[in-house]
């Protein structure tokens, strides 16, 4: 039976080519043509900072706009990610009719996206956001067969290979000032340059991703300009409420306080595991992210440590009651779902979630840290411990996950703009998640049909040239060890790039 997933249906893999020769002629255009006359100034500022370019900068140096204390601001951003996965070793592959295996013959993988990130100030202290995006992409094995490891943080679980137009966020922000030092905002994407207080009250309302507002860490930086993992972007065992986007309505409340800071994320899940239809009821279902921050100074040197705690109320299935199930009655199998919403899978001789999903609570805690160690170069590290009880409902399958990595500019080389990044992680799975793989069942990612349990790692190296202006060409190396956490498959090598433009 096909799986009523949308993202799991069978789908074309060829790469439009066209669509995609179009995207980048018109972007990258846009991101590094038609606002620069250069200067000698201009060219030493573009060998030392990529911030002094770009639409609202062009605005600025000629008097329109003032980014100290902006009303309004527009940015966009094209990124295209390419991966290739050449053939790896396997003992069995989606065994007997299991269906969350990585295929190991030959595959690639790409995306296309384009977005519009467009603020305005409709009142003292408030902020109105809207960005639009496009996407296209094909992913490999259908996003099947890694616990934490994507090799692109641009997959969407329902994208396909023609652009799709959609709005990833609409919200409103209002800060209430409580004293304290001035403090300067920049300009940048979904944020208003402008002075603020140390100690202030922000609240947000409307449709955000909770990534917005939790785990940031600043030596890892923005996803399409770091590694291009999705390991490293955030602890792979964070399973935030969102939809298959990874988008959500939500309230958020953030309380400043100096060296100090208190994040509240309330948000409505999925109406069930991995889709993208968002649940309103949000008194019955939703996720509760608590975060709280310690800014730092070790010498002059600036870092951060966060502790990151989720409990999510959403309807989910227990691999324990899976189990349970299926040996009491074993009609309540992975290919007897029916109608009842399930990952497709068609072995008979495994348990399936679709059996037992009903409200159920999910919960975790995890450490975030960053310290810059020179000017140019700095750590971060994230580890979380989820309960494993659960099946994954919109981030990824690991329950237990920990990561950490390098951000290196280029200035010891003459290339200050330039980064180098190295990453490493590992991702566990509970004992009754194991047990239930073991028995041939499937997850939203993984399931192999059997289960030699090992510990998935992960190792990337990226290197990002910056080529002009506000455009960057980036080379991608990943390897996969025991993927979807099965010692009877991999190592995995995955090759790519990405070419980056902002505007």
């Excluded at 060296?259 to 239809?277: E, G, K």
């Excluded at 966060?306 to 349970?324: P, V, Y």
């Excluded at 993984?446 to 990226?462: P, R």
């Amino acid at each position: 039976m096909d799986s009523p997933l949308p993202f799991l249906k069978p789908r074309k893999r060829k790469l439009r080519s066209g669509f995609i020769l179009i995207f980048h002629l018109i972007f990258l255009f846009l991101a590094v043509t038609p606002f620069y006359h250069s200067t000698a100034e201009e060219d030493r500022s573009e060998r030392e900072n990529d911030s002094d370019f770009g639409l609202m900068n062009t605005l600025a140096k000629n008097g329109l706009h003032d980014r100290a204390n902006e009303d309004w601001n527009l940015y966009g951003q094209y990124t295209f990610i390419y991966f290739w996965k050449p053939e790896f070793n396997a003992k069995y592959t989606n065994l007997n009719g299991s269906n969350g295996s990585l295929i190991p013959e030959p595959e690639h993988s790409y995306t296309q996206t384009f977005t519009f990130f467009l603020g305005v100030r409709p009142w003292k202290s408030a902020e109105f956001y809207f960005v639009p995006e496009s996407i296209a992409e094909v992913t490999l094995s259908n996003l099947k067969g890694f616990t934490g490891e994507q090799e692109n943080t641009e997959l969407e679980k329902n994208g396909i290979s023609s652009p799709t137009l959609y709005r990833s966020r609409v919200f409103v922000r209002q800060t209430f000032g409580l004293g304290g030092e001035s403090v300067s905002l920049p300009s940048g994407p979904m944020q208003l340059g402008g002075k603020t207080e140390s100690r202030r009250l922000v609240f947000t309302l409307g449709t955000f991703s909770a990534l917005d507002l939790l785990d940031k860490n600043n030596v890892y930086g923005e996803p399409r300009k770091s590694l291009m993992s999705e390991e490293f972007m955030t602890d792979s065992a964070f399973d935030f409420a969102a939809d298959a986007r990874g988008y959500s309505l939500g309230f958020g409340a953030e309380l400043y306080w100096d060296q100090w800071a208190f994040r509240w994320v309330h948000s409505a899940p999925a109406q069930y595991p991995n889709l993208q239809p968002i649940d309103l009821r949000f008194l019955d279902f939703y996720g509760d992210d608590l975060e709280f921050e310690h800014d730092h100074t070790l010498g002059d040197r600036p870092g951060a440590v966060r502790l990151l705690l989720f409990r999510n109320r959403e309807t989910m299935g227990k691999f324990s009651d899976a189990i349970a199930a299926f040996q009491s009655d074993p009609s309540k199998n992975a290919a007897n779902c029916g109608d009842l919403v399930n990952y497709g899978s068609q072995n008979a001789q495994a348990p399936d979630l679709c059996w037992v999903r009903h409200p159920n609570i999910k919960m975790g805690i995890g450490i975030n840290l960053e310290q810059s160690l020179t000017e140019d170069t700095g750590i971060f590290i994230r580890a979380m411990y989820a309960d494993g009880n659960t099946e994954v409902d919109a981030f990824d399958p690991a329950d237990r996950s920990a990561l950490m990595g390098s951000i290196t500019k280029g200035r010891a080389w003459g290339r200050p703009l330039d980064t180098l990044g190295i990453g490493l992680a590992a991702n566990w799975i509970s004992v009754d998640h194991a047990k239930y793989l073991a028995m041939g069942g499937v997850d939203g990612f993984i399931g192999d049909g059997a289960l030699n349990y090992g510990v998935e790692t992960v190792m990337e190296f990226m290197y990002s040239i910056h080529v002009w202006k506000t455009l960057a060409a980036s080379v991608d190396y990943q390897h996969v060890g025991n993927p979807g956490n099965n010692r009877d498959r991999g190592p995995v090598n995955l090759y790519g790039w990405r070419i980056h433009a902002e505007f």
